[in-house]
T-cell receptor, first 108, second 117 residues
Framework: KNEVEQSPQNLTAQEGEFITINCSYSVGISALHWLQQHPGGGIVSLFMLSSGKKKHGRLIATINIQEKHSSLHITASHPRDSAVYICAVIQGAQKLVFGQGTRLTINP | NAGVTQTPKFQVLKTGQSMTLQCAQDMNHEYMSWYRQDPGMGLRLIHYSVGAGITDQGEVPNGYNVSRSTTEDFPLRLLSAAPSQTSVYFC????????????????FGPGTRLTVL
């Protein structure tokens, strides 16, 4: 079992839909990162969370430390949001573990 | 600011050859790191540095060397390339870190696609 599980692995939606991508992890963590990888391969860091919720534009990230779960939400999705979204967790002071990513496709 | 730059963008090596992947950042970040990305494996940390003269191993350090002589530059050296090192390599930097891990936004370079024949 992977230490970081993302779901779904693939998601296709229509423009304007509300999108949720989930990240679950199996051990205690000190922080969690959400990254976006564009179709061309470039990686952009979206959020770093250790508790609660963060918002940037149409993107919202939440984390529930007790349930070992984080979600990334996209409101009013747009084709330019099509990318692979990657969750990464820092496990205490020992390890940085990445999920395998969720491939999101938004159709016009 | 150029951000994080990597060279080359593409490279093909033969087994046993050595080469250096270059990484530079102009944001005065102390923390820099190298990752490799393989299909089905996700990103994995190779080496990282928390300042000039200080480096440490990540999850998959074997076959790679790093050094940090300046804040700006963090080259990754492949000593004797093997087909298992075929991958896409990303360098990243971050302004804040704690206990060896990034605790703020990471800035990624564009990547180097390496093929070892």
């Amino acid at each position: 079992k992977n230490e970081v599980e993302q779901s779904p692995q693939n998601l296709t939606a229509q423009e304007g839909e509300f999108i949720t991508i989930n990240c679950s992890y199996s051990v205690g963590i000190s922080a969690l990162h959400w990254l976006q990888q564009h179709p061309g391969g470039g990686i952009v860091s979206l959020f770093m969370l250790s508790s609660g919720k963060k918002k940037h534009g149409r993107l919202i990230a939440t984390i529930n430390i007790q349930e070992k779960h984080s979600s990334l939400h996209i409101t009013a999705s747009h084709p330019r949001d099509s990318a692979v979204y990657i969750c990464a967790v820092i496990q205490g002071a020992q390890k940085l573990v990445f999920g395998q990513g969720t491939r999101l496709t938004i159709n016009p | 600011n150029a951000g994080v730059t990597q060279t080359p963008k593409f490279q093909v090596l033969k087994t046993g050859q050595s080469m250096t992947l270059q990484c530079a950042q102009d944001m005065n970040h102390e923390y820099m790191s190298w990752y490799r990305q393989d299909p089905g494996m996700g990103l994995r940390l190779i080496h990282y540095s928390v300042g000039a003269g200080i480096t440490d191993q990540g999850e998959v350090p074997n076959g790679y060397n790093v050094s940090r002589s300046t804040t700006e530059d963090f080259p990754l050296r492949l000593l004797s390339a093997a087909p298992s090192q075929t991958s896409v390599y990303f360098c990243a930097s971050t302004p804040e870190w704690r206990q060896g891990w990034p605790t703020d936004t990471q800035y990624f370079g564009p990547g180097t696609r390496l093929t070892v024949l």
